[in-house]
């Protein structure tokens, strides 16, 4: 016995046959599959679903597609409406419907005839995914016959042997002339193509048609297409003025590409069950829908819908499969804005007795402005993340902060927290205490705030409370924001500094 000069790795009696060589059609896999020329052809359409009748089988593509509606939320899924003009036939038929969504949810899907209702019942529906792959389909051959192709060097030629495949975890397990062989064996060519792969998701009805051709509608639930909201805030030199634009980023992530898409997106906090429901027919014919989608207008439309707000673009968009798309969203000039300087406590604080000073506590700048018509806002703005620009002397602008904003309604102001001050900072002591019973105290305090800016700054002392409250004393008015808060607004010099005292009693249960 000795070792085959093919490389195979496996042992040969001397002067056995190289078996038979094969002329491989198809690129192959572990470097490469070849499927022959069977597999090489187009896909054919799925099976039918079993049935006792015989159903003709049907395909629908991409291609098909009059209209696709996209209604994106902000939660990761998405509803998908899309018509399609069929040549269906008439009897039993088994429609296989490819280009859906690779996360299709199945108990969502709906279909139905939109040029004949009573044309068009639904016997059945599949959901198929189990996707033709290199690795799905050396699965179906696991304890199968396959052919191997390696090229020999000495010979020029590929040499091509038979082969059980015996295994595929972490990798194809082979039994070719009596050893077992793992790794990189060659390029693997197989009889056919298993009937039960296929080239993407495919949904497949049993339908019972009454007419020959039909334009349907199928509307579903998808997971992995999901948008947020970005904006760029641009400050003026002088803090007070600010330019908005808000932008959309849309993130497909579904497996499916649509092209001349309507696209709608919806803001809001929408609870979910499992499984969810089936989405109810469209409320207006597909020709209406697409007519609106071809507006000329570029921006959003925003109206009301239940509790939630929804932004309809005003031109049809590509949304295609794995690609982030951005949409302008807003803009607005000149807005009215305001910076603070805010030095919080310890909401604990007075209920013992302190034993130590707050040194050179760091102060938190915000910005804050009204989403107001009279600002030159008033758009219900989606939860997103606010970046704030600001030039510098030679006219660059830089990266100054941001933050997370929730929902926002018109008319509601929003606060961003920048980030920390550098040249505004402050001391904060107990200057006294005494217990006045159980859970209840009273306690004096002293704040020091120095501003090594060369400009004044102003500086809201911000006193956080657990408990009931009542400020007995201090040396600047004070504010009562809410129930569990009061504040000092505190007016800075330029290389300056301001005390604040004040005596607070507190009942804290």
Request: proline share 6%; charged share 25%.
């Amino acid at each position: 016995m000795t070792e085959s000069t093919a490389g195979w790795g496996v042992r040969e009696p001397r002067g056995a046959s190289r078996g038979r060589r094969e002329k491989t059609l198809c690129a192959g896999i572990f470097p490469l599959i070849a499927l022959g020329a069977l597999a090489c052809s187009s896909t054919p359409p799925p099976a039918a679903p079993s049935t006792d009748i015989a159903a003709t089988a049907r395909r629908s593509v991409a291609a098909d597609r009059e209209h696709v509606a996209l209604t994106v939320y902000n939660s990761n899924f998405a509803l998908v409406r899309e018509a399609r003009r069929l040549s269906l036939g008439t009897g039993r038929v088994a429609l296989a419907y490819e280009d859906v969504s690779a996360h299709v949810q199945p108990a969502t899907v709906h279909l139905r005839s939109l040029d004949a209702p009573d044309g068009l019942s639904v016997l059945e529906q599949n959901y198929r995914y189990d996707l033709l792959t290199p690795e799905t389909l050396l699965e179906k051959y696991v304890g199968r016959r396959v052919k191997i192709a390696r090229y020999n060097e000495k010979l020029g030629t590929d040499e091509v042997k038979d082969a059980e495949l015996l295994g595929m975890q972490n990798g194809p397990v082979l039994r070719i002339d009596g050893e077992v062989v793992t790794g990189n064996a060659g390029r693997f060519i197989f009889p056919e193509l298993p009937g039960n792969l296929l080239a993407r998701p495919t949904l497949v009805w049993l339908l019972e048609s009454a007419r020959e051709n039909q334009k349907v509608e199928l509307s579903y639930l998808t997971a992995n297409l999901s948008w947020s909201a970005d904006y760029v805030l641009v400050l003026d030199p002088s803090d007070t003025k600010a330019d908005l634009s808000g932008w959309v980023t849309l993130d497909n992530q579904s497996g499916t590409s649509f092209t001349n898409a309507q696209l709608s997106l919806v803001a809001g906090e929408v609870q979910r069950v499992t499984p969810p429901p089936p989405p109810p027919p469209m409320p207006m014919p597909m020709e209406e829908a697409a007519q609106d989608a071809r507006q000329t207008s570029a921006s959003f439309r925003q109206e009301a819908l239940f509790e939630y707000h929804l932004y309809t673009l005003q031109r049809p968009a590509d949304v295609l499969d794995k690609e982030q798309k951005q949409v302008s969203l807003l803009e607005a000039h000149g807005i009215d804005v305001k910076k603070k300087l805010v030095l919080h406590n310890n909401e604990y604080a007075f209920q013992s007795q302190s034993h130590g000073d707050t040194k050179n506590q760091k102060l938190s700048a915000y910005l804050v402005f009204e989403n107001s018509e009279q600002n030159r806002l008033g758009m219900p703005l989606p939860a997103g993340i606010v970046r704030v620009y600001k030039a510098d002397q030679g006219g660059a602008q830089q990266f100054v902060g941001e933050d997370r904003i929730e929902h926002t309604p018109r008319d509601e102001k929003l606060e961003i927290k920048l980030g920390e001050a550098f040249d505004v900072v402050g001391d904060r002591r107990q200057t006294t205490w005494r217990s006045l019973g159980k859970c209840s105290g009273e306690s004096a305090w002293q704040v020091d705030l120095r501003n090594h800016k060369d400009a004044a700054a102003r500086v809201e002392v911000l006193e956080t409370v657990s408990g009931e409250y009542q400020v007995v004393e201090s040396s600047h008015p004070v504010l009562r924001p809410d129930a569990k808060s009061f504040t000092f607004e505190v007016d800075v010099p330029a290389r300056g500094a301001v005390q604040v005292t004040y005596r607070v009693r507190v009942r804290w249960c």
